[in-house]
């Protein structure tokens, strides 16, 4: 009971004395706001950060538009940094994604400026709008005309092969022409309108939905910002592409005639086309009218004049021009053959002897004789005795190798003949002196 009392005495003591002196009541308050703030200050204190990487975004568009303009920002002008003030609790978590920046076309002051400068205004839901600074603190717009111009789709199919046996034969889009609207310095760079397929392991005529690729005159697509810019009449930036397959067909040759006449004493013995055979792909009506011709390309005859000739020439002929409709050379196949005229003069031949029936003379021990070729051209003619008596089994052929070493060689060929005929013209082939491959076990 006294404890009880003494505490009642010594709190209405202290409690007369602070009531009665208000300075140094003042003076503690003073002191708890000061030692509040020290506190918060230390723990939290106020910060100035700059955050990049933030994104412009334009807005009211359409103000522009409708006096027949558009608004044009430069590539990566719209990318700005942000100066951020704040409790460092907050600004030290913020990311661009944080801030929102805008520049509203409205707010232009000065129409006459080139670039048009608009304000940039920047908010963040956890920080006031003083404390955040935009730099640059306007955004550069460039105004341009506004402009349609129509193209036709390219489409094309890249490298993307079919299934085995087939060939692309025909590509078209639906629809085959846009309409693009833009500004007037972006749609004049715009070179093509392009829709590419991916025509890989096709086995059927397919449709497929692609994008559309711009490409400007540099032969470049245009980046993704530009892309923006652009509006098409149709929906989306798509059309669909139906691609059309055609079977190969193997084994085409290639034959042809001449006009003219050879030199007088000399005639025309044979033409020959390298390559001999091609392949093509093709409609199955186009094939079913190529096989039932003997799968055959005819060069036509006035394409070779042999006109006063007294030697060998050759010809080359655009194949491809002389393909029938809906038929095309597959993709690998060259679109030039060579034809070539052999000229012989009058009660001459040419025969062809096989290089494995060549006699190698005078080959150096330790070494083995390779030929390059198949078969070498040998040309005779008559001299007392008919060719038509010759058999090939009468021309001797050898190659003399005296003094080689291993190594690859031009040399030439030596024809021995019954009497009655002659050989027309030297002839060269060429070889190579190997050392024979051991075998192993």
């Given at each position: ?260 006449k050879a030199l007088d004493g000399y005639k025309v013995d044979k033409i020959t086309f390298t390559p001999e055979n091609i392949s093509v792909a093709g409609s ?158």
């Open positions: 009971m006294r404890k009880t009392q003494a505490n009642d005495i010594l709190i209405d003591v202290i409690g007369k004395t602070l009531t009665n002196n208000i300075l140094l009541k003042g003076v503690s308050v003073a002191v708890a706001v000061v030692v509040w703030l020290l506190v918060v200050n230390v723990d939290d204190p106020i910060i100035t950060s700059n955050i990049a990487g933030v994104a412009v975004q334009v807005q009211n568009e359409a103000y522009i538009e409708s006096g027949g303009k558009m608004s044009l920002i430069k590539e990566g002008e719209n990318i700005i940094s942000v100066e951020v003030k704040g409790k460092r609790s907050i600004v030290d978590k913020l990311t661009p994604e944080d801030l929102v920046a805008t520049a509203d076309l409205k707010q232009i002051v000065n129409m006459n400026t080139d670039p048009i400068m608009v304000p940039i205004a920047v908010t963040c839901s956890r920080l006031k709008s003083a404390d955040l600074i935009p730099n640059p603190r306007n955004l550069s717009v460039d105004i341009d005309d506004i402009m349609t111009q129509e193209y036709i789709v390219t489409v094309t199919s890249g490298e993307s092969q079919p299934g085995k046996g087939y060939e692309i034969g025909t590509l078209s889009a639906n629809p085959d022409k846009v309409s693009i609207t833009g500004p007037q310095s972006l749609v004049r760079k715009i070179d093509k309108v392009v829709a590419s397929v991916d025509a890989s392991n096709l086995q059927e005529n397919t449709t497929k939905q692609v994008g559309l690729e711009i490409i400007d005159k540099n032969q470049e697509k245009i980046s993704e910002s530009q892309m923006n810019y652009l509006k098409y009449d149709t929906s989306v930036p798509k059309v669909y592409v139906s691609v059309g397959l055609w079977a190969i067909q193997n084994d085409v040759s290639i034959k042809g005639g001449y006009v003219g199955q009506e186009a094939l079913e009218a190529l096989t039932a011709e003997g799968k055959v390309i005819r060069v036509p005859d006035e394409t070779i004049d042999v006109t006063g000739k007294n030697s060998d020439f050759e010809v080359k002929v655009n194949i491809e021009k002389l393909l029938p409709d809906n038929v095309k050379l597959t993709k690998d196949t060259s679109d030039t053959v060579i034809a070539s005229v052999s000229i012989l003069p009058q009660d001459s031949k040419e025969y062809s002897v096989l290089t494995t029936d060549i006699t190698g003379q005078n080959v150096a021990d330790g070494l083995q004789l390779v030929y390059e070729t198949e078969k070498v051209q040998i040309r005779i003619r008559e001299n007392g005795a008919q060719l038509a008596q010759l058999k090939e089994s009468d021309i001797k052929v050898s190659v003399d190798l005296s003094g080689r070493t291993e190594g690859t060689y031009l040399v030439p060929v030596k024809v021995s003949l019954p009497p009655g005929y002659d050989l027309v013209e030297q002839q060269n082939t060429t070889v190579k002196l190997v050392k024979p491959v051991k075998g192993g076990r």
